[in-house]
């Protein structure tokens, strides 16, 4: 094995075991690995994703960059994702200098810090929401780990309602295994408890993890602190999940889904999806792509299926294959097809560099629900297929620009058909952002009869 070889493995293997709890000193090994053996792109992406979720983004930006070269960078995987990594960054500069606010609202289940771009797309206009209607918002968001969907915390029953939790279902150590450890006190000290179903709640998660999820606004309503759920899609759950979701929503004032369908179902506000809130200016690029995504949820085998079917449409309407999508990384093997085809072969981006990309496709062919929207705020019509939850038969419904994939017709008769839509207006954006004020205004002037009387804590 050549010397360059051995120093490239040699620090690659020091550099794993040292991410965890030196990340600094992984970085470092990292970098020296991928200067040895730059042929290794795979390393480099996987260098890359754990730095970053070290929060090690100068790091990670330094080996993104590079990689930007036209040699190495034949498919635009660097550019797309130095763009995500710089748009953090940002992010993270502008919300430590914003000046403190005297409304403080608490966001639970924040998505804006994913590599996926429809969470970041979604959070971003729910938080663009919030401080439209509440100008002197002070915002403290905090992610929610999934692990805990997995955990037991006993002492759940579906028939409990809100006034069952003063003395029981373990709110308070749910929402600190659910959401950090600072999660209790930033409840205790918001004048807006906001939680953010998203898409994480699915039909395989048990009603003691619905619980714990949310548990944030359950607290909050003890303690008398209004508090709002929206900006997600709920399942249809016919059991006694949606019997235990039922009455929770019944007991809060201000409630909404993001779907007509979750809304009809539990009887609670329609409020379209905060990803609709981007405007994004018209791009002058050509358009001469056809955006390729995966499916939420799907197996690798569903997502190679979607990407067979959509380089049929490839090659069938002339457009090049644009991938930028998170599991992309199933598509490796297919490199040199979707080179061959003058593709782009993309993880992530930065939401303005997305819009770019995605304005210069026609068409959408995919499974992914917030892309599927991002393309309808570009004006490109989707082909989308359905995945495990009914965000995507409902957005199919809702955009004159989403056709859902039927399986007794090809997909290239299709997209044949959906090129030839006419351009429809879209759904004001004005309306939508008037629509989220009325919604704040009402959760946070909403009468909360616990904050009339002594609230005992909660255990």
């Known amino acids: ?126 938080k663009y929401a919030i401080r439209q209607a509440i100008p002197d918002a002070e915002i403290s968001s905090r992610g929610f780990n999934f692990q805990t969907f997995r955990r037991d915390f006993g002492g759940c029953d579906a028939s409990m309602t809100i006034a069952d939790f003063r003395n029981g279902g373990k709110l308070r150590e749910r929402i600190e295994a659910a959401y950090g450890a600072s999660a209790n006190a930033a409840i205790e000290r918001a004048d807006l408890v906001v939680v953010q179903p998203e898409g994480s709640l699915d039909d395989d998660t048990p009603l003691d993890g619905i619980l714990t999820f949310f548990a944030p606004a359950i607290l909050a309503h003890l303690l008398g602190r209004p508090s709002a759920i929206l900006n997600g899609t709920i399942p249809i759950y016919h ?50 792509g056809c955006l390729i995504t995966t ?90 297929y359905d995945v495990k939850t009914h965000k995507n038969q409902w957005l199919s419904e809702y955009s004159p620009l989403v056709t859902l994939v039927r399986h007794k017709r090809s997909v290239v008769e299709e997209a044949i058909t959906a090129l030839q839509l006419p351009k429809h207006a879209m759904c004001a954006t004005a309306d939508i952002e008037e629509a989220y004020r009325d919604f704040f205004r009402q959760a946070t002037t909403a009468a909360v009869s616990a904050a009339q009387s002594s609230i005992a804590l909660v255990t």
């Open 1 to 126: 094995m050549p010397i360059a070889a051995v120093k490239a493995h040699i620090n690659w293997k020091v550099g794993r075991h040292l991410i965890r709890n030196y990340p600094d000193a992984a970085a470092r090994k990292f970098i020296r690995a991928i200067e040895a053996k730059p042929s290794d792109d795979n390393r480099a992406r996987r260098a890359v994703e754990m730095l970053f979720f070290a929060g090690r983004l100068d790091a990670a930006r330094f080996i993104s960059q590079s990689r930007m070269s036209s040699e190495v960078d034949r498919l635009h995987y660097w550019r797309h994702y130095d763009s995500f990594l710089n748009e953090l960054k940002l992010g993270v500069a502008a919300e430590n200098s914003r000046p403190e606010g005297t409304v403080r609202v608490a966001l639970f289940n924040d998505t804006d810090y994913r590599v996926n771009i429809g969470c970041r797309l979604t959070s971003q206009g729910l």
């Open 239 to 288: 059991d006694s999940r949606g019997s235990f979701l039922w009455q929770l929503f019944a007991e809060f004032p201000a409630v909404a889904a993001r779907d007509q369908m979750s809304a009809e179902f539990y009887d609670i506000k329609f409020l379209p999806d905060a990803a609709l809130l981007h405007d994004f200016a018209a791009s002058s690029v050509e358009k001469d």
């Open 295 to 384: 499916g939420a949820r799907n197996s690798p085998e569903e997502d190679l299926h979607i990407l067979r079917r959509a380089l049929e449409v490839c090659d069938a309407t002339n457009l090049r294959p644009v991938i930028l999508t998170r599991a992309s990384g199933r598509f490796r093997n297919l490199e040199s097809d979707i080179l061959s085809r003058g593709g782009v072969l993309a993880e992530t981006a930065g939401i303005l560099h997305a819009a770019n990309t995605i304005s210069g496709c026609r068409l959408h062919v995919g499974g992914r629900y917030h892309m599927a929207i991002f393309s309808h705020v570009a004006g490109v019509p989707s082909l989308l």
